[in-house]
């Protein structure tokens, strides 16, 4: 079945640090892939997306492409700050069958120190 | 435009019990998904509402329910709680199922005792 799986947190880094957050996925045929943010005590909001292989998402910084060769979508942010401290989730959802069903990894925890 | 919202933020249950949450979706999106979130499972898929029609449903037991209105706005039950119910349950809302993005709400916490 489908899966997403990303590498295990929490990551901890100094502000101004470049950050990776790894995600891979295991599906068929040509998902969709998310990143999603959660902020203590809040709902998701959408990072950014990329719906075709090689696409880049971009968002506040933050980037990521789909690499179907690798089934990786791994994120990125050159330079990172304390307000970025939260649990990031990457995602996909599956184009066949019109429906929005999300699959999410477990989440990785970012704390960022001054 | 208002965001997804959803009712009650909190809610405290005994076991066996039931319960109902409300989920009111962005003015003009017809299609709203339902999340358990616990630290366990992580997040979840409970069921997607289009057009008042259950179109997904997750792999959760018969306990759990939910119906969408022709408003848009979309509850979903719980019966006979059980403590492993306690999670945060979320809402989401897009335009329609599929390609269109997801907007989530801030979530119902729910805790069975």
């Known amino acids: 079945g489908n899966s997403v799986t990303q590498m295990e947190g929490p990551v901890t880094l100094s502000e101004e640090a470049f950050l990776t957050i790894n995600c891979t996925y295991t599906a068929t045929g040509y998902p969709s892939l998310f990143w999603y943010v959660q902020y203590p005590g809040e709902g998701l909001q959408l990072l950014l997306k990329?719906?075709?292989?090689?696409d880049k998402g971009s968002n506040k910084g933050f980037e990521a492409t789909y690499r179907k060769e690798t089934t990786s979508f791994h994120l990125e942010k050159g330079s990172v700050q304390v307000s970025d401290s939260a649990v990031y989730f990457c995602a996909l959802s599956q184009k066949a069958g019109n429906t929005g069903k999300l699959i999410f990894g477990q989440g990785t925890t970012l704390q960022v120190k001054p | 435009k208002a965001g997804v919202t959803q009712t009650p933020r909190y809610l405290i249950k005994t076991r066996g019990q039931q319960v109902t949450l409300s989920c009111s979706p962005i003015?003009?999106?017809?299609?709203v998904s339902w999340y358990q979130q616990t630290p366990g499972q992580g997040l979840q898929f409970l069921f997607e509402y289009f057009s008042e029609t259950q179109r997904n449903k997750g792999n959760f037991p018969g306990r759990f329910s939910g119906r969408q209105f022709s408003n848009s706005r979309s509850e979903m039950n719980v019966s006979t709680l059980e403590l492993g119910d306690s999670a945060l349950y979320l809402c989401a809302s897009s335009l329609e199922p599929g390609v269109y993005e997801q907007y989530f709400g801030p979530g119902t916490r729910l805790t069975v005792t």
């Open positions: 003015s003009g999106h017809r299609s």
């Open positions: 990329a719906t075709k292989a090689d």
